[in-house]
Nanobody, 116 residues
Framework: QVQLVESGGGLVQPGGSLRLSCAVS????????MDWYRQAPGKQRELVAT???????NYADSVKDRFTASRDNAKNTLDLQMNSLEPDDTAVYYC??????????WGQGTQVTVSS
């Protein structure tokens, strides 16, 4: 069984930074794409960043130039460095992994709150 565990969330002031991490364990030898999603209260879950196995990244327009996603294939980890945080970034952040061929697994989520 594959498990994803996020960490690093918390409360931060506007303009601050946080780093989220996601660790994948279990039968995870064939991870293809890894993603960060978020869901704010009363809103749909949205894609924040995608990292392919080769390291290519893609970001939502709302976080471009502020967030940086990276992964370590040897350790099966995915990170999200979030800078210049804004109140609108407040959400539960979820890690998602796609394992060949198309099995999708989610983490339990970690809360990020941006407030003064």
């Amino acid at each position: 069984q594959v498990q994803l565990v996020e960490s690093g969330g918390g409360l931060v002031q506007p303009g601050g930074s946080l780093r989220l991490s996601c660790a994948v364990s279990g039968n995870s030898r064939s991870i293809t794409t890894m993603d960060w999603y978020r869901q704010a209260p009363g809103k749909q879950r949205e894609l924040v960043a995608t990292v392919t196995r080769s390291g290519s990244t893609n970001y939502a327009d709302s976080v471009k130039d502020r967030f940086t996603a990276s992964r370590d294939n040897a350790k099966n980890t995915l990170d999200l460095q979030m800078n210049s945080l804004e109140p609108d970034d407040t959400a539960v952040y979820y890690c998602r992994a796609t394992i060949f061929p198309r099995n999708i697994y989610w983490g339990q989520g970690t809360q990020v709150t941006v407030s003064s």
